[in-house]
């Protein structure tokens, strides 16, 4: 089965819904380009967030979530200006989101999102945890990408 790399933003917030009945999912692209989860694995493995300390109520899960978000954009835009530009190049579809309940804690947190080909990721930007997406043990309310 081939799965198709670019999703409209349409088919992105049905994928979401699927999983969680969220109201607010801000997506500002018309469409996303979908990474592999090896892709993504290995690109957060290489990113600096890890070298911030975690500061309570002054550099916390929030930032984390941001600064993650920003080096992936920043990773592709390097990767853009390295190489042709592809005119059909898409954002990658990876983002931030808060949650009421994270990996079956209940909890209110901020943390990253990937919607990968084989399905849709969430990451602990404080440690770099990767997991599958579960609509029992993971509650978001809020995705912006």
């Not at 990658?92 to 999102?113: P, Q």
Request: charged content about 25%; glycine content about 2%; aromatic content about 12%.
């Amino acid at each position: 089965m081939v799965i198709k790399m670019i999703k409209t933003s349409k088919q992105i917030k049905n994928t979401l819904k699927n999983i969680w009945p969220i109201r607010d999912v801000w997506l500002v692209d018309p469409n996303y380009f979908l990474l592999s989860i090896d892709v993504v694995e290995k690109m957060i493995e290489g990113l600096s967030n890890k070298k911030m300390d975690y500061i309570s109520n002054v550099w916390d899960c929030d930032n984390f979530s941001l600064l993650l978000n920003a080096e992936v954009k920043n990773w592709q835009y390097t990767c853009l200006k390295c190489s042709p530009i592809d005119k059909q190049a898409y954002t990658w579809a990876f983002g931030e989101c808060l949650c009421s309940k994270v990996d079956g804690k209940i909890i209110n947190h901020a943390i990253n999102i990937a919607i990968c080909k084989e399905g849709v990721f969430l990451i602990e930007p404080q440690n770099d945890k990767i997991w599958l997406a579960d609509k029992d043990k993971d509650k978001l309310y809020f995705i912006k990408m």
